[in-house]
C-alpha cells in the first residue's frame, strides 16, 4: 500500500521560510507527478504547486513567485520551499502523488505563519 508522508509543517513568522518534504514509501515504481495543495476550515482545497515527469512546474497565483516545487534527490520525494510567507498561508499542506490511474494522498501537515 502506497503511503505519503509530509514533513517539514510548523510556526514561523510572517517573512520567513519553510520547505516541507514529502515521500512515497510502499512502491516500487515512479510516482508521474506530485502536487502539494492547502486547505483552511470552510475553504476548499486549493492547489499549490505541481510537478510533472518532464520538470514543467505550476503554481497558484497566490504563491507564484514565493514557493518553489522541486522532485527530492532521493527516489519518490518531493519538496516545497516556501519564502516569504504571510498569514494567508497559513493552513494544512497536503501532498500528492499521482501514477495513473492512481492518486496518492498524504495526511497533511500544518503551517501557521504569525504575523
Known amino acids: 500500500q502506497v503511503q505519503l508522508v509530509e514533513s517539514g509543517g510548523g510556526l514561523v513568522q510572517a517573512g520567513g521560510s519553510l520547505k516541507l518534504s514529502c515521500a512515497a514509501s510502499?512502491?516500487?515504481?515512479?510516482?508521474?507527478?506530485w502536487g502539494w495543495y492547502r486547505q483552511v476550515p470552510g475553504k476548499q482545497r486549493e492547489l499549490v504547486a505541481e510537478?510533472?515527469?518532464?520538470?514543467?512546474?505550476k503554481y497558484g497565483e497566490a504563491v507564484e513567485g514565493r514557493f518553489t516545487i522541486s522532485s527530492g534527490n532521493a527516489k519518490n520525494t518531493v519538496q516545497l520551499q516556501m519564502n516569504n510567507l504571510n498569514p494567508e498561508d497559513t493552513a494544512v499542506y497536503y501532498c500528492?502523488?499521482?501514477?495513473?490511474?492512481?492518486?496518492?494522498w498524504g495526511q497533511g501537515t500544518q503551517v501557521t505563519v504569525s504575523s
Open positions: 500528492a502523488g499521482y501514477k495513473p490511474p492512481y492518486e496518492y
Open positions: 510502499g512502491t516500487t515504481v515512479n510516482i508521474n507527478a
Open positions: 510537478i510533472f515527469s518532464n520538470g514543467a512546474t
